[in-house]
């Protein structure tokens, strides 16, 4: 039997930066450590396509969609898109504004479904940003919490599916913001037992 395919786009924490690394050194995480891979592992029945890219935001302006459909156009057929995307976007605002990036996320997600019909969208809410009370990240934190129910909403709207993160703690580097490798550990099972209850992986 063919296996269906997933298709993740996300930023670093889907390419598994490693903000330990030095500038002599491989900045991503050793490849069975990401949570992409591990995923890979346990959806045995699905074909898992990762494309993380270190600062990536959403699509802004026809030449940035025309560069993303590009790599869309380059698979025939996709029965999942999954997208993990928001926290840069929010943190390139001087003031971080959810709404503005929620709206980037429901037009990207109208654009993935003009060129793959076919498939299912699924929105994931970013992972938690681990700053401490009082810490002046506080409010890209709380914004970044926001998106969870904005994407939730969209999700909603155009028949996607959404994974909400909310209520996961996975393991982050002292930067507060990247997985560590156990915390890629974690939240690849997590993730995969998501799309478990979603009934994807169980074919």
């Not at 396509?49 to 600062?55: F, W």
Request: hydrophobic share 35%; aromatic share 12%.
């Amino acid at each position: 039997m063919m296996k269906k395919t997933l298709y993740i786009y996300g930023d670093s924490n889907t390419y598994g930066y490693n903000p330990l690394a030095s500038c002599y050194e491989d900045d991503r995480l050793p490849e069975a450590t990401r949570w992409p891979v591990i995923l890979k592992r346990n959806l045995k029945s699905v074909a898992v396509i990762d494309d993380g890219q270190n600062g990536r935001c959403l699509p802004c302006g026809e030449a940035e969609y025309e560069r993303f459909r590009v790599s869309l156009r380059l698979y025939e057929k996709l029965d999942y898109f999954m997208v993990m995307l928001g926290t840069n976007d929010l943190l390139n605002q001087p003031y971080p504004d959810p709404d503005e990036v929620a709206n980037n996320m429901e037009s990207f997600i109208k654009d993935v479904m003009s060129v793959h019909s076919e498939c299912t969208c699924i929105i994931v809410a970013p992972p938690y940003m681990g700053f401490p009370s009082g810490h002046p990240m506080n409010t890209y934190q709380k914004a970044n919490e926001k998106l969870g129910v904005l994407y939730h909403e969209i999700s909603d709207k155009y028949s996607a599916r959404f994974i909400d993160t909310a209520g996961w703690r996975p393991e982050l580097f002292y930067d507060g913001i990247h997985l560590s490798e156990n915390g890629n550990e974690q939240f690849g099972e997590y993730i995969s037992e998501a799309l478990n209850n979603l009934g994807i992986g169980t074919e």
